[in-house]
């Protein structure tokens, strides 16, 4: 068990540009969510997967923001044509649905992305 | 808006001391989990509870929901600098019995240990 692995660790672009962060789960745990962390606040909810679907978006996931889990395993949260107010740190998390550890959500170092 | 209201904000402590951090919702809350976070890195996991009453201890930290399920309590006793750190409280779905989906979040409460 390797725990919840994101890269990048950090990512800089220039206002405009796309930019994609990928993580992989905890194997076999098949919840899998991301959230987005700005300073001096707690996570903010963007999405979820249970296996491949999407079961649900934030309000806070615009058009722009767009996550897959194509194949129920790692997931990628692709965010197009950057804006400033982008930038935070980009937490994914998963979680199993049964047995004693059943929806506890385990968390990854996180991508911190900065937009210039 | 945070749904989660933790207290205090930050707070720096003696190592040695006793601290306690507190959530409070305005909703019953049916999940409460606690975590920690190093400045620019992940959550750790501390602990979950879901009964009225519950209690659970890890090493020095120990963690209660109230009877009305209404607030969390996170204590620590003999506080040493490898307890510093943000402690966040998050709940699943305020005032419904769902688990397993988003979590909402306190803004956290920044602990420092002098040492």
């Known amino acids: 068990d390797t725990g919840v692995s994101q890269n990048p660790r950090h990512k800089i672009t220039k206002r405009g540009q796309n930019v994609t962060f990928r993580c992989d789960p905890i194997?076999?745990?098949?919840?899998l969510y991301w959230y987005r962390q700005t300073l001096g606040q707690g996570p903010e909810f963007l999405t979820y997967?249970?296996?491949?679907?999407?079961?649900?978006k934030s309000r806070l996931l615009s058009d722009r923001f767009s996550a897959e889990r194509p194949k129920g395993s790692f997931s990628t949260l692709e965010i197009q044509r950057t804006e400033q107010g982008d930038s935070a740190m980009y937490l994914c998390?998963?979680?199993?649905?049964?047995?004693?550890?059943?929806?506890?959500?385990?968390f990854g170092a996180g991508t911190r992305l900065s937009v210039l | 808006s945070q749904e989660l209201e933790q207290s205090p904000q930050s707070l720096i402590v003696q190592e040695g001391k006793n601290l306690t951090i507190n959530c409070t919702s305005s909703?019953?809350?049916?999940?409460l989990y606690w975590y920690k976070q190093k400045y620019g890195e992940g959550l750790i996991f501390l602990m979950m509870?879901?009964?009225?009453?519950e209690e659970k201890s890890h090493e020095k930290i120990t963690a209660k929901l109230d009877e009305k399920k209404q607030q969390s309590s996170l204590h620590i006793t003999a506080s040493q600098p490898s307890h510093a750190g943000i402690y966040l409280c998050?709940?699943?779905?305020?005032?419904?019995?769902?688990?397993?989906?988003?979590?909402?979040f306190g803004a956290g409460t920044i602990l420092r240990v002098k040492s």
């Open positions: 998390a998963s979680s199993p649905t049964s047995g004693r550890l059943a929806n506890i959500q385990y």
């Open positions: 194997s076999e745990h098949n919840r």
């Open positions: 997967f249970q296996n491949e679907a999407q079961l649900e």
């Open positions: 909703k019953t809350l049916y999940g």
């Open positions: 509870l879901q009964k009225g009453g």
């Open positions: 998050g709940a699943s779905k305020l005032g419904t019995m769902e688990y397993g989906n988003k979590l909402v």
